[in-house]
């Protein structure tokens, strides 16, 4: 039977489902702003850099002069490990969770990718990593693999959770230094060109674009993430800006400001903020999708020169003192639920599988936030989209968003999740 001929069933699966938003802060780190350091269980001298959220709600980062790997939970107990790691090998710039439920980690003086289980056990890989490269920044791929940065060689690094590597040059610019690297909102890897004054876009089969327009000419941009807003953000070390660039390449550059700001490290914020260490300032910064921004810096230690920052599963920042060999926590003070309203329209529908264009979801958001779209059969996704959501009222053709054309005969399930709050529907295609 033709797809066109096929008769589809909606119907409204429950009502607006809400959460009640993220996890409330610790009560010593509620108010906006609160700071609190913690040095228990951090060598001295180890100078933490990288930090990300792990799988066992606790917080991971890396000790670059210390060649050790730390964990430290929402409490602020700290465990750290070596075994495994060799000596000298400088992990620091890049950690993150793993698609295999691990944390996987760079190694810029070792020249390797390093992966370390919730447990503590360290694996290391160099196989198929050109020697000298200074592997840098790492992430998770939207294709299940790792993707990291060789600063040194000029390469993307691809690696699989079994530790095959692929290296991709084409298309990279000669001396462009590439530093940290982020998964985009477009299903592409994003990465800051720190030598080359550029922002690289590289898709999963290996092909390279460079943005320099717009770009401050030796603003050195290194670390990057993607934001609410569906744009991807990025700390320029040299010219004292973070910036911001559109999926189709348009940047925005926008001045910290102080003196000797050298913002580092950048986040996505649980309050639909960025949030960025300024190491040279000993302070932690805020910048809204709009580009306001504001700085923090009582309860920062001088001298601490704050450099990583990641969301925690508590609901606050936490982030790095390389100087000071100390972990940081911030507070982004209470956070509302994302979601004013949610609904479908129509609500319900009976018509041929063509007309499924006419499937909507309509949302109005109180920030911008992350807007997730899944397709599911017997609770599993078969299909799935992330875009920005932005503040105000939202409308999106679910049927474009997840192909639903041309399905065969069976049971759906279409999902909507924003941050605070979720809707489905049953969808039945004869």
């Known amino acids: 039977m033709r797809a066109g001929r096929r008769r589809a069933l909606l ?3 429950g009502a607006l489902l809400l959460t009640g938003g993220p996890a409330s802060p610790a009560p010593a780190a509620s108010r906006l702003g609160t700071v609190t350091e913690f040095s228990a269980g951090v060598s001295p001298g180890s100078g ?28 602020g107990v700290v465990s750290e490990f070596s075994a495994g790691l060799s000596p000298a090998s400088a992990p620091g710039f890049g950690i993150t969770r793993g698609p295999d439920r691990n944390l996987w980690f760079t190694e810029a003086a070792g020249g390797r990718v390093g992966r370390i289980t919730p447990a503590g056990k360290i694996t290391e890989f160099s196989a198929g990593i050109t020697p000298a ?24 690094g691809r690696i699989t959770p079994a530790g095959k590597v692929t290296e991709y040059s084409s298309g990279i610019t000669k001396g462009s230094g590439p530093a940290l690297i982020t998964r985009g909102p477009d299903g592409a890897l994003w990465f800051g060109e720190f030598m080359g004054s550029r922002i690289g876009r590289i898709t999963t089969q290996g092909r390279v674009t460079e943005f320099s327009a717009g770009v401050t000419p ?43 700001p050298d913002p580092d490290g950048i986040t996505a914020g649980p309050d639909g903020n960025l949030w960025f260490s300024i190491r040279g300032q000993d302070s932690i910064g805020r910048i809204t999708p709009h580009g306001r921004i ?31 060999s100390r972990v940081g926590r911030i507070s982004p003070g209470p956070i509302a639920p994302a979601v004013r309203t949610l609904r479908l329209d129509p609500k319900s529908v009976r018509a041929s599988a063509r007309h499924l264009r006419r499937i909507r979801a309509r949302f109005v958001l109180a920030r911008a936030a992350r807007v997730t779209v899944r397709l599911q059969r017997a609770g599993h996704t078969l299909r799935r989209a992330r875009f920005g959501g932005h503040r105000g009222r939202n409308l999106i053709s679910l049927t474009r968003r997840l192909h639903l054309h041309g399905l065969r005969r069976g049971r759906y399930a279409v999902v909507v999740s924003v941050p605070g709050g979720s809707v489905h529907v049953r969808l039945l295609v004869r």
């Not at 930090?51 to 670059?64: K, Q, S």
């Not at 230690?301 to 790095?320: E, H, Q, R, V």
């Open 133 to 156: 490269g200074l592997p840098s920044g790492i992430t998770t791929g939207p294709d299940g693999n790792l993707w990291f940065t060789e600063a040194q060689n000029d390469r993307i």
């Open 48 to 75: 933490p850099y990288g930090i990300t959220a792990g799988p066992d709600r606790a917080l991971w980062f890396v000790e670059f002069n210390g060649d050790r790997i730390g964990r430290i939970t929402t409490h």
């Open 11 to 13: 119907a409204v699966g």
């Open 218 to 260: 030796r603003s050195m941009p290194a670390f990057i993430v993607t934001g609410a807003d569906g744009n991807v953000w990025f700390t320029q070390e040299g010219s004292g800006e973070v910036g911001r660039i559109t999926p189709k390449g348009k940047v925005t550059e926008f001045a910290v400001g102080g003196s000797n």
């Open 294 to 324: 504001t700085r923090f810096s009582t309860g920062i230690s001088p001298g601490s020169a704050p450099t990583g920052i990641a969301s925690g599963p508590d609901g606050n920042l936490w982030f790095t003192e390389l100087g000071g």
